[in-house]
């Protein structure tokens, strides 16, 4: 495995338009899907980040942890993962959405046990249709190069940017691990429930 660090990155930035309140405070066995999330990934890397837009700085649930501000804007969570991979550079990433009801350690260990030293990005296909599954995924340091140029070509989807990259893809231990919530028809059939 590499020599460089592996920090941990939870996208919760997203304004959350389909599901009509915020993602990240869905609740979870009496506590935020943000902090479920914070904590998972704490079990696999050296720190945790929370990425967050600049508006969201005074939000009590995410000022709990340590937070990544988004350096661009309505691009997408394409922001915050390039924004940590220019704030710690030296860094290899593990991105994960907080909107995943289902992650398991397993899911987790798994992507990082086999991630792939000499490819920028190391993904899971989806298991409903075959295509990466971005926001759970390892960013390696120096792949901001190659967001940077995507974006500059007007491509900020990241799913876009994994298909057309050298990235790694595996297949997913737990098919329904990366199964996220952004409905309310979601949430009811989800483990979460509404913040109260």
């Not at 869905?26 to 935020?32: A, E, F, H, I």
């Not at 046990?113 to 390892?138: G, I, K, M």
């Amino acid at each position: 495995m590499a020599s460089r660090p592996l920090y941990g990155l939870v996208l919760a930035g997203g304004k959350s338009r389909r599901m009509g309140q915020d993602k990240a405070l869905l609740q979870r066995d009496g506590k935020s899907q943000l902090a479920h999330m914070v904590e998972l990934l704490g079990e696999f890397v050296e720190t945790v980040y929370v990425s967050a837009r600049p508006d969201q700085a005074d939000d009590p649930e995410r000022s709990r942890f340590g937070l990544l501000y988004d350096n661009y804007d309505n691009i997408g969570p394409i922001a915050g993962v390039l924004s940590a991979l220019e704030q710690h550079p030296q860094a290899d990433w593990l991105v994960v959405a907080c909107d995943l009801p289902n992650i398991d350690g397993e899911t987790l260990q798994y992507l990082l046990q086999n991630r792939a030293e000499q490819q920028p990005f190391t993904a899971y296909r989806s298991s409903h249709d075959n295509l990466p599954e971005p926001l759970c995924a390892v960013y390696t340091a120096g792949s901001d190069a190659i967001l940077r140029d995507f974006i500059a070509a007007g491509t900020v989807c990241p799913r876009k940017v994994l298909i057309r990259s050298d990235t790694c893809l595996l297949q997913q231990p737990n098919p329904r691990a990366l199964d996220n919530v952004n409905t309310p028809d979601d949430l009811q059939r989800s483990r979460l429930e509404a913040a109260s």
